[in-house]
């Protein structure tokens, strides 16, 4: 099977998870634990089986080695049968199903880092190959943090002990799991997404980065660890360093190359609420008056790190590598991004306004048409999703005007770059 072939059907499993989790919300007053629900059928879904998948492809371009795709097959299938399993469990209250779901999710984890490590081992030198850490140190932190939701959702637990697991399961699969992949990733994927070439300080900015981002990420969990509030606002202070240290490089390639593309301003908006989430949630943990206090402080952040930064990343990031990887030529790759880039601008505006409301304090009324304008975005990326992939299905038309060369090198090298690091 060909890159295009496989990467259509493995992504096909990313949009499956994402319709889901819309239709989730579209019909949640009819479904216990609908807010469970919607968080992890995009996060442990949708998000997750997007990472595996990418994360994956990166480490074989970082590393110059590819692995096995067999590999690869065998751990996805064994993360959605776990994620399926652990939602199945959840709503029809079974613990085996839960704790087996749990286990087969971590494992899928472990597999990576085994897999990562080995292919490591055989690597060609390269200038970006460290950047594999952030997918390796991502990994580790799932597998608490699977074992922290598993306890929470199906063991009796006494109240405090059960608000110090509510802010260290997020803070081990969010901060720990999506936030070093998007780093890791982040280094190679916004120069790309801008059109532009990789910095050589690119290299640098990462390396400094990366004990920065995952020190902070142990520092906030042992927070609730210890039973120590303070700890979780030093980490997620550290976690927010982390940022900014990655975020000069960004800002510094986006005055070089303005983002034009809904992809690039995705991406943009995202990395601005994982900022300000990670700053919020330190304050307001090491403010309320105790655990519960804190807990309960955390959930309201929920729409904004899981809407904000995960769905945001990720649309954004898929409408830039989908076009690549289903290839066809520079002549459908180009419409196939068009097809993903149409109502970029608005799309992202109507979300991001959408969201900044919902957040507010505003009436309940005001949310609902707010969450259903942020939906409509978020939803609008899978119809153009099933789109291009129609489009890139399509053979390019015939040429009337042949593009100058200069142009049509430029296309190819920007649509490339991210294999030549």
């Not at 992890?40 to 590819?66: C, E, M, N, V, Y």
């Not at 059109?195 to 906030?220: E, K, N, Q």
């Not at 954004?316 to 068009?338: K, N, Y």
Request: hydrophobic letters at 60%; glycine letters at 8%.
């Amino acid at each position: 099977m060909n890159r295009a072939a496989w990467h259509l059907r493995a992504n096909v499993v990313v949009l499956a998870w994402l319709a889901a989790a819309a239709l989730a919300t579209v019909v949640h007053r009819e479904i216990a634990g609908s807010g469970w629900l919607m968080v992890h059928l995009l996060l442990l879904g949708g998000a997750s089986t997007a990472i595996l998948i990418w994360s994956q492809h990166f480490a074989d371009t970082l590393l110059r080695h590819p692995a096995s795709r067999r590999a690869l097959l065998a751990r996805l299938a064994l993360h959605n049968a776990g994620a399926v399993a652990v939602v199945v469990g959840v709503q029809v209250v079974s613990t085996p199903l839960v704790v087996v779901g749990g286990a087969a999710v971590a494992g899928a984890a472990v597999h990576q880092v085994v897999g990562i490590v080995r292919q490591r081992g055989h690597a060609l030198p390269a200038r970006f190959a460290h950047l594999v850490r952030y997918y390796l140190a991502a990994a580790v932190f799932l597998v608490p943090g699977v074992s922290c939701g598993v306890v929470m959702a199906r063991f009796p637990v006494d109240p405090e002990p059960h608000a110090r697991l509510s802010v260290a399961h997020p803070a081990l699969t969010l901060f720990g799991w999506v936030g070093p992949t998007v780093a890791g990733t982040l280094v190679v994927l916004w120069p790309t997404v801008l059109h532009a070439r990789i910095p050589p300080a690119a290299a640098a900015a990462a390396r400094r980065a990366f004990p920065v981002l995952v020190g902070g990420v142990v520092v906030l969990t042992a927070g609730p660890a210890s039973g120590s509030r303070v700890l979780v606002a030093v980490g997620a202070a550290v976690v927010v360093a982390g940022i900014a240290m990655l975020g000069r490089f960004v800002v510094a390639q986006a005055r070089s190359s303005a983002p034009r593309t809904f992809s690039a301003w995705s991406v943009a908006a995202a990395l601005l609420w994982w900022t300000g989430t990670t700053a919020t949630l330190g304050l307001r943990v090491a403010l309320a008056p105790d655990w519960e206090a804190a807990a309960a402080a955390l959930v309201e952040l929920v729409p904004a790190f899981v809407v904000g930064f995960v769905a945001q990343v990720l649309v954004g990031s898929m409408s830039h590598l989908l076009p690549v990887v289903l290839g066809g030529g520079p002549a459908v790759q180009r419409r196939t991004s068009a097809a993903l880039d149409r109502g970029g601008a608005a799309r992202v505006v109507l979300l991001n306004g959408a969201l900044l409301l919902y957040v507010a304090p505003v009436p309940s009324a005001v949310r609902v048409v707010t969450s259903l304008v942020g939906l409509g975005a978020l939803v609008a990326f899978l119809v153009l999703a099933v789109v291009a992939v129609l489009q890139s299905r399509r053979p390019a038309p015939a040429a009337t005007t042949p593009a100058p060369a200069a142009a049509e090198g430029a296309q190819r090298e920007a649509a490339s770059e991210v294999y030549k690091v």
